[in-house]
């Protein structure tokens, strides 16, 4: 199912599929199937009726407008999908009919079926982490001595590597990874109740239908339901919100370094993709568009999620009914997130010759700090600091290399000589423990993977 | 169109099928067939190309899923949409194909058909709301002598009539109704700039057809474009997240009163309404937990807004993009709060004789503060607030009455005759100015009526 | 008061000072001498009473520790204050003590403290909001013909002239203005309902008495307590929330074009602003910095408002103890956006030269689509819109200026003549209503300046 | 440091002393003055330079008013903070003012200042929590047997038991509280990059001494400075949030159990705790009333906060600017709500028998579904829950027992003899799994309090 036009640009399509009403009703199907087999199997329902809610749940026998329908009346789409299954149950085999949900609550299907769906999208969203952070990865080994302007306050700073920036992309994304699968694991259980959380209508076998029920469904059962205790799966959703935070970082970044300005980096070109509706010359920073979309949007969905938290009693009013959309649009926004920062990655043109050329533009300003360094120790700091104040002065004013400015002030000259000013400007002297950082930061990436 | 199932509870199905992709799409080509229009009319394109396009732009003729993939890539639906159009019309009149969306950028539609949306919204949730106040006015009305419990902190207090607590409701929701059609006129404004916000295209005749086309649209025209100005729509969203809070307390209110505990007032019943799928006895107050879910999840919604009023120079990477998803979410939510208040309010069962034996079971505790006032004149306030205190424990650990606890106290009975006592709990001489409230709410309601 | 270190950067010293415990308490001992000296005019309470009264509530005799700490466990700061009070009363009078804060709840001091710091608050961040509108328009005038490159997406676009960009940064700023004084308006409005909101205690004289005590506090009269009906203050909050945002918006582009490949405007510089501890050469945007993150603050704290809004019944558990942290950050962060964007504003520097090179330096792509504007009257939309997008791409790869291209391609050159071919980079003809904008703002502003 | 008044219930003590200006400016200095040492140490640094340092760092030489003052022009109290020192270290020894804060920028000294206090909230934060975990689990013992209604949607539902409603508390808070720790030891690292990042001021021993401030400070040392990349902060942030609303679902249960009308639990009562100013028979839930206002706020906090993570490049405009009052506005919020959560534990007064009276008061119809299970066997399951719905309408209407109204009922009767319809409200008969969940529950939270 393609994105819905309202939602363009805050899903990808496997996302927008996965939350269609159909594969909605397919993870809800799935619950009851597997709760009648495996209580069948248990000898609390016959088999036959197992058998016979395995045949009638199929998702095309349902008329999905009038589960809707009745769903906003019910407060809950489990009710009427109880009720069509069990009539569609009982037209083939009445005595089945009543087997079908046997203990089990609407909460129990809704949220399990939530559980299946983020199943699902657990592979969607860690396979493009992947690939971003491969390709970062390899970009960074490429890019290990590309020299680039350092940028703090979006004003000149002391040089950085490429390398370094891209590994420091591959790392947040590593750890956002790591956290996510550590979450997803943790959130991914079964829930199963019954009326009260007690599971009271299958007597002393509650929690042995429980753990056979998560089996068969591929979840894992907990301790006891937790229709009103939601911790795990808002920390699932929080692990988006960050990972979604730290992918629109690397979004901003690649967007600004797009900037026609600076011109170091371009997202990927392609077929209808980043132009204009009247702009010929456009090469716009879609994919980066998209992943800082979702940044925007994810902060406030997850607030609403953490603000449904507070669940009264064995159910809610209104706590747990909000989070069906909230859930679903924060895993659709950290896919697309996900997603197009894969796209950009894998087709990020780089260019070294333009990073080189805006470090050279600053006239040496980006070497203040080191100049200071240079005059530290033979004068006061804050001379030093005051003296390379005015010279940076003097160098944006005059437009003239700050070597050239530093070598006329005789307070510098006479404590710095030509040679030492003359090579001032060179980056390479002035990268400290950029690849130091660079290495240490692959071999973590490197060995998490292992683990995994 | 049916809510999807992801989303139930979180729209009404008018909303729902305002922001379906048909719904979207024929917003798009209303803008680009009174663009078309407008500009034929004031002879900047050929008569007969306003014609082609206007015939083309059925949305029959388009491919969703093609237009919501091709967005993904293009960043915006408007670009393939455009695109589709000249198409289209360019197979019925090939020179026409020109003129297709002239002078105006993507985000001109985009923006202009959320308008030509919102503006289709506002009387749908108006309605809702003016329901809803009529109902509570009249029960106000109805109420003005029914005594209830006072509560503060969930805990007994002073009593106030239902009358004085549904005008508050009724005065909330007044004042919201007022909001939202302030903000609603502010903000349903034309979008029209081209590339740059200055209609570069039209010459010297850009703001004329801009005046021109917000008149054929049904919008005001403002200053200047605003493509990176959204302070009307945040405000416009932030009205609903104030509106939707508002109604959350009264389904807040709603809920706790329907506690079976309490049992003061109910839900309106109805066919597929309240129940449960395991519990029969089951009368669940289901628009409460729709109003509430909708109050839990605004908030964040209106953060994501706010989030994304940022937006760099003349167009922004992913603030504008993060937009649609989150105002078509917040529009929905409200509408269905406000549909789900209406209709309860129109079917409420209210018991006032449960709320006159609640009363009647704090055993005159809700009275302390009266006998507090009879005491204070007698002996100072610490004392007479220590004796309360006391008596008040009293009736709580022993059953009895206040009045009879009080009469038993010799610091007391000195001050107090019994027939004063016996006069303390009754309600009606402790009421304030609770009626003095109520008739001057209902009679800024009537005012605000008249106005409209 | 200087603003806490923890909360540097978010708010002013007068504002922090306004928020300090010392106004705090000063505002609730308002709120009971007037009371006082209300009923003491009504001969509600003794005259003597209301005076001795008047003479205890010495801010200097409170121990704010001492408060604070029984604060926390009394659920309010209103409960110890009165007691305190009514002790330092009671020593000079003992009779009066008993009417301190007669009729009165402990919410009515809280809410009624809030209301007369945020009527403070109001001229501090209006007075600010004034003087960055005020600049902002002689810069617009100033600048109406100061040609600067559009951009969208951060990718370049047709010109704008920095007269209508900063007119609409104006327009924008005056907007929220007036939206924030309405709001203000509606807001500020006395809270006074006693225990259950009926004042109870007052007997019939509630209502009179209340009219009387705004009067005396110079706030307005509601129809009736709004205790947990918290709609007006959200929306005030709400106005500070969109105003952040559109100030926030003003500052992310003073930081880009600040960046130092843009070199376009320039924050003031002074006497410790915006170095860097190390970096000699820095001039950092620190008033963008400020005004940033105040818009990346506020979203979340107007949702954290708004959540607070489902109050139950008479008093809410949580919902209203939640409020006062809430509104005093987001006013804060309101006025430091303000006064950031105020003293941006006044020292605001302006490379109109540099505006002019970046433009050019596009080697004519901004003009992308005024060249097809041109062609598109000869060969069809696509064709055109075709040759340049390779017209474009040659310019960027060849580094060549758009004209010669264009000049160089048999497609073009057969349709459009050499020397209309030359003017295409005159950015004065492409400028399309970007002035009858500015004029069309700056009118509408200097009307809303008469209103006031 | 007393809370602030303004901050009332929106912290403890002991954290609105952790983030006073003294304590703040304390780990600033405490920051500088290892990095002195180390460097000493590595002999990068003079061993004098380094005593006369660490002597001069003393919190009381520092006026803070004109720190706070000069932060706000620099855009980060770092700066005038080591402009200071530097003033100080000079006025005891010329040369050592050289060596202050050597290779460091002032992004280091401010996000390795929060590490230090964020270390110091930990074990206040999980000391509470254990607490409460503790005395839960007790509680949970203690009231295995306990009987009371279960409540979903605020009706009635089967019973549950308090011994398996308090161990699902126990379980939350202990979910949580790992998770925090977790996230604790992740995000304890040391910020430490200089400049841009690179320590290049250090040469190429940057990295090492960095891995020596990491011990000597007590933090750990990452792979890389994590200036602009926010997610171990994030995370752990979103773990606040995630607990307080594990605490806010718990104070919300309390305080509706709490209710006149229902009356089951009671929060410990007090000096000065939970009164009201005017109504002397108050036992107001404070401790809930802290809890919940923490669990209204925090979500839109961890909004802002997560907003926040877009920084560019090496140091953003705003994004890290806005950190401080958030971060500290969590963890206090945290603090308050654990804090209250655990003196609730601690004095809960728990009403057994109010439980079954409350329960028995359902007159039968908490048992609905358990007759369902006995008619389902015999009648098919659409006219079980038919007869029960009739039943239980009478039940309600009449006044009269469920059990009584279902043996008049000949369609029931018929089915099930008089002794099981008798049994029917016996609690104890349908409880299901209450005990075996609550086993497994409290067996999870021993070992994981064995693994600590």
Redesign the interface.
Known sequence: M?????????S??PLAEL???TS??RAMLEFEVALARVEARMEIVPATAADVIATAANSDAFD??D??????????????L?KAL?KIV?TKN??A??Y??WG???QD?SDTALMLLLKRAQPLIEHDLSRAERVFCALSERHKSTVML???????????TFG?TV??WA??IC??RE?LRHEFEKALVLQFG???????????R??AV?RELARELGLACP???WH?????L??LL??C??????L??I???I??L?????GEVAEPE?????????????????G????????????????????????????????S??E???A??IIQATGAAAASIAEIAEGLSVDAARMRQ?LD??LG??F???A??LL?GKV???T??????E??RR?LNENRPLTDVLAEMPEVSTHIERPSLQQLSVAED?????D???I??L??IRRAGEKN
Chains 1, 2, 3, 4 share one sequence.
């Not at 392609?270 to 879609?286: A, D, F, L, V």
Request: net charge positive; charged share 20%; with cysteine.
């Open positions: 393609p994105v819905p036009l309202i939602e363009t640009l805050a990808t399509e939350f269609s009403d909605v009703l999905l407008a589960l809707s329908r009745k769903a906003l009346r019910a407060g809950t789409p489990s009710i009427p109880v069990r009982g009445h005595a009919a009543a079908v949900h089990a609550t609407s299907v350092g940028r703090t306050l979006l004003q000149p700073a002391p040089p950085v370094l590994a420091e790392a947040a750890r956002c956290r019954g009326g009260s959380g007690t599971l009271a209508m299958l007597g002393e509650g929690h429980a301790d006891a339901p009103t205790h939601r911790d795990r808002a920390a929080c692990a919100g960050v990972l979604t935070g730290a629109g970082k979004a901003r970044d967007s600004l797009m900037q026609s300005e600076v392609g077929e209808g993709r980043g132009g204009s509706s009247t702009m010929p010359h456009k090469r716009n920073p879609i980066c568009a998209v992943a800082i979309a979702a940044s925007i949007r994810t902060p406030g969905l997850v607030a609403s999620y953490l603000a449904a938290m507070m669940q009264e009693h064995e159910r809610s009013v209104g706590g009914q909000s069906w959309p909230t679903a649009a805006n533009a600053t300003t980006a203040a700090e080191k200071m360094v530290a006061d700091r804050e030093a600091h005051g003296l390379l104040e010279a940076t160098v002035y990268l400290g423990s950029a130091a950082f660079r240490a930061i071999e973590t």
